[in-house]
């Protein structure tokens, strides 16, 4: 890997972290396009870029999570399905990393962004800011964040789509999903970093920093531009990206090394 191939995966990541569009797949198919091979290195490096980006919402929502010890009850409480299932079928789920599945479920989750958006009406009764989010809702989106588990499904797109399902706002579930990542994302990075530690070494310092910050305010930059371009045009953008971009991947056949 060079210091190139750090910059343009960590733009990668930065940009669709947070956004409804599976940023494991996209950094699988980046690295297949940049011809990186998928050592334990590469496994190790895209672990440590993807904490940057949970920076990136706390220094957004800093004001609400230092505020409010009830939104991170939820937070936990959202988060505890898919770190149960996620620890003890961790194996299994790795074997789904398979490119064809991986192209299919991008798909078929960009299909299921419009589908919610075409049959999605906002109500009065809505969940209209994070304070007022139930423990049962809690439940429920992170019931739907398990979803995401199966590499191909976004992480953000399954829980923002779970929280419309309950009756949250759209900018609720959005802000919801976002801050739901820093637990999710948190425990799971941590896990991967202890188990991948001993690929690292000190030769890999720069790559791993310009990687690190370069996800960062791409990041940061990605959840500002996020919000406004929801508040004005709802998902269907996502869900018509999701769709295009899971079929060109299709047709360029982009294969396992």
């Known amino acids: ?9 960590g733009i990668v990541e930065g940009i669709t972290e947070y956004l409804p569009v599976s940023s494991t797949a996209h950094l699988f198919f980046t690295g297949q ?6 050592d334990a290195f590469l496994t190790a490096y895209e672990i440590i870029i993807q904490i940057a980006p949970i920076f990136s919402v706390m220094l957004i929502y800093k004001e609400r999570l230092f505020q409010s010890m009830s939104l991170w009850m939820k937070l936990i409480i959202a988060f505890i399905p898919t770190g149960i299932i996620g620890f003890f079928f961790h194996n299994q789920i790795e074997a789904l990393f398979v490119a064809n599945s991986t192209v299919a479920l991008m798909i078929v989750t960009g299909f299921a962004f419009l589908a919610i958006e075409y049959f999605y009406k ?5 969940i209209k800011n994070l304070e007022e989010v139930s423990i049962r809702q809690s439940i429920y989106v ?3 964040q398990v979803f995401a588990l199966v590499p191909g499904v976004s992480r953000s797109g399954s829980t923002i789509l779970g929280g419309m399902l309950v009756g949250l706002k759209r900018d609720v579930a959005m802000s919801f999903s976002f801050l739901l990542a ?5 425990a799971a990075s941590g896990y991967m970093l202890i188990k991948e530690y001993s690929s690292l070494s000190i030769d890999h310092f720069w790559l791993l920093g ?3 910050i370069v996800s960062f305010f791409v990041g940061w930059i990605a959840i500002k531009t996020f919000l406004a371009i929801v508040a004005r045009y709802s998902f269907k953008p996502f869900g018509l990206y999701l769709i295009i971009s899971g079929v060109l991947f299709g ?3 982009v294969q396992l090394s």
């Open 33 to 38: 396009m940049l011809g990186l091979e998928q």
């Open 210 to 212: 310009v990687g690190f």
């Open 122 to 126: 906002e109500k009065a009764h809505h």
């Open 251 to 253: 047709l360029f056949g």
């Open 1 to 9: 890997m060079t210091i190139f191939d750090s910059v343009i995966l």
């Open 142 to 144: 992170g019931l739907f």
């Open 182 to 186: 820093i637990p999710t994302m948190g």
